[in-house]
């Protein structure tokens, strides 16, 4: 059986959404991909939109119960789109990708739009909303390593098995759980006794020999032994 992809089989629950601004998701493919479309995405969004450059942080209440006053802050567009991806990526490597995915490296960025951190002056470029140069904006030093998701393809690797001989058969007849499996570690190859009941000895039984199913010696193991044993009839001089 072929193992699924994921624009066949998974795309249509996982969205590989970033940010609740955006409706699409991004791209199924290498970490520098999606950095770079992620990059393309917010600034293409904040040049539309560049009143969100301006942030407002809401009052913290103090024990006495009396609010502080609001905090507000000035973004350019190259630190606005810089801080968009590092949120996203911090989702989509540590949340997203990992239900999936073996996830590396991709420390946690430097996210400080959460933080409400205003210390951060390491961004020289005038203000501007323009897309020149935004798309340019690549933090790439922590992107992450994502691993290829592991799909086995053959469960069992010496048996011999092909479901072309068993087209006739509906499939819940050997994986009685087909139909009502949700988990993808759910294993459904049946035990040898669902395949005796069609593979047996005797008359009106299909064929039975452990060679139908399985190979009999992994021949890659195999040792060479040296030729220096003797008939024991040559041994003794005789003919």
């Known amino acids: 059986m072929a193992p699924p992809k994921f624009e066949d089989a998974c795309a249509g629950c996982h969205l590989l959404t970033f940010d609740k601004r955006m409706d699409e998701g991004v791209p199924h493919d290498t970490p520098q991909v999606v950095h770079e479309y992620l990059v393309k995405r917010f600034a293409k969004y904040i040049a539309t939109h560049p009143s969100e450059l301006r942030q407002r942080q809401d009052p913290e209440r103090t024990l006495a119960g009396r609010g502080q006053s609001s905090t507000t802050r000035v973004l350019t567009g190259t630190q606005w789109v810089a801080e968009q991806v590092a949120v996203a990526e911090e989702l ?6 990992a239900q999936c995915h073996s996830i590396s490296g991709g420390s946690l960025q430097d ?7 205003e210390t951060r002056t390491q961004y020289s470029k005038k203000p501007t909303v323009s897309l020149a140069g935004l798309e340019a904006v690549a ?3 922590s992107l992450a390593k994502v691993a290829p998701a592991k799909l086995t393809k053959q469960w069992l690797p010496h048996s011999r098995f092909d479901h072309d001989a068993h087209t006739g058969f509906s499939c819940v007849g050997c994986h009685q759980d087909a139909l009502k499996s949700t988990e993808s570690s759910d294993l459904l190859i049946p035990g040898i006794a669902v395949c005796q009941t069609c593979h047996a000895p ?38």
């Open 111 to 117: 996210v400080r739009i959460a933080r409400w951190d």
């Open 92 to 97: 989509l490597w540590h949340k997203t990708c």
């Open 202 to 239: 005797g008359p009106g039984y299909a064929e039975a020999r452990c060679s139908e199913c399985h190979t009999y010696h992994d021949w890659s193991k195999r040792k060479e032994v040296k030729p220096t044993f003797k008939l024991p009839g040559l041994a003794k001089g005789g003919s």
């Open 139 to 141: 933090e790439q030093s």
